[in-house]
């Protein structure tokens, strides 16, 4: 069971990228799905969160720019990320609540981490 993480890059501030992260393996199910970042000298930090119903929860910092969303189906989660700013440079990770196993317990999984650098 791993979590894959894509679409990190570099972008001039302003402009736009997507990140997608999905979840492979054998799984029961999938909770709530959500995405945190780390910047150089900083704790990593939450960015949005997605439950398996939809509801949706963002840090202040990203409130209006970035929009998360999820496709069941794919076992996927995405973050779409407009209106970039160079504090929001980081490593971005994957999060997912995965039911697995025999006795389908859930446990938490990361995603290997991508970079995001916004340029000014």
């Known amino acids: 069971v791993q979590l894959q993480a894509s679409g990190g890059g570099l972008v001039q501030a302003g402009g736009s990228l997507r990140l997608s992260c999905a979840a492979s393996?054998?799984?029961?199910?999938?909770?709530?799905m959500g995405w945190y970042r780390q910047a150089p000298g900083n704790q990593r930090e939450l960015v949005a969160t997605?439950?398996?119903?939809?509801?949706?929860n963002y840090a202040d910092s990203v409130k209006d720019r970035f929009t998360i969303s999820r496709d069941n189906a794919k076992n996927t989660v995405y973050l779409q990320m407009d209106s970039l700013k160079p504090e929001d440079t980081a490593v971005y990770f994957c999060?997912?609540?995965?039911?697995?196993?025999?006795?389908?317990?859930?446990?938490?999984?990361w995603g290997q981490g991508t970079q995001v650098t916004v340029s000014s």
């Open positions: 393996g054998s799984i029961f199910n999938i909770n709530a």
């Open positions: 997605i439950t398996s119903g939809g509801s949706t």
């Open positions: 999060n997912a609540a995965l039911q697995v196993g025999v006795f389908r317990h859930v446990f938490d999984y």
